[in-house]
């Protein structure tokens, strides 16, 4: 399962996550949470759960990635290959998209 922008979650929502991550019964559940690590702090909602989830979950892998904005190079390839394109004919629209998205 992967939520995206958990940051904007309310505090219902986190205690069902927290829920299914820390039931034993489901030991093949992946879980992917995405937040903005720069919206929130430590009083946040979601923070106060994910302590809880690692205070009560033994055995189970818990891992952060801190990801970065993608640069033009990035933002390039991503733009050819879902247009399915060569690089030299899209380059200019992946300027744009960056321009635009500053590679979020």
């Not at 820390?22 to 979601?46: C, K, M, W």
């Not at 952060?64 to 640069?71: A, F, V």
């Amino acid at each position: 399962l992967f939520l995206d922008d958990l940051q904007w979650a309310d505090n219902s929502c986190l205690e069902l996550v927290r829920w299914l991550v820390t039931d034993t019964a489901n030991q093949n559940f992946l879980f992917i949470g995405a937040y903005r690590d720069n919206e929130v702090d430590d009083s946040h909602p979601l923070m106060t759960q994910l302590v809880k989830v690692i205070e009560n979950t033994e055995g189970a892998l818990i891992s952060n990635i801190h990801l970065r904005n993608l640069d033009l190079n990035a933002v390039g390839e991503l733009v050819s290959d879902s247009l399915r394109l060569p690089p030299h004919l899209t380059s200019e629209l992946a300027e744009i998209v960056h321009a635009k998205t500053g590679g979020n």
